[in-house]
């Protein structure tokens, strides 16, 4: 972990800019670290050629994408507005293969603040093989509200 210096009166200057060298050098071994932001919102439509209300019982591409070889190696949850449902509805994240991401969840873990991790990708990175599209799966029940945003990390693979 990098260590600031503290700032002396004499010399003050100096010190400040050896702490930006600092910091910055912190920052270039994070580079080529990508996070890519997504939201699931049950007031919108889906992004299939023919919309569909995220609210049904469905597979709900969105719009973000995450490129081609892309190594996923993190990603999380940030329920914005509790999911709702007449039912026992579940919600499902996922790239290149069923719930890869975020396995079905209970309506009842997607309370408002939540904030859950994407198990399955830290158990294993995702390599893209094709740009894909995030998708959220509702099951077993229609949604009748809820917002969820998500993060991916990801760095490009060859």
Known sequence: MATLKPVQIAGWLKDVNDNFDTV???ITKIEGLNVT??????????????????KTVAAHPLAVKIPDNAIIVYGHIDVIAAVTSD????????????????????KANLTLAAQLPMAAVIAAPIKLSAEKAITVTVGAAALTAGKIDGYLYWVEGA
């Open 24 to 26: 910055e050098t912190a």
């Open 37 to 54: 932001k997504f939201t699931f919102d049950t007031a919108a439509n889906d992004a299939n050629t023919t919309p569909a209300s995220n």
């Open 87 to 106: 039912g026992d509805a579940t919600v499902a994240i996922h790239l290149a293969t069923a719930a890869d991401l975020l396995a079905a969840t209970a």
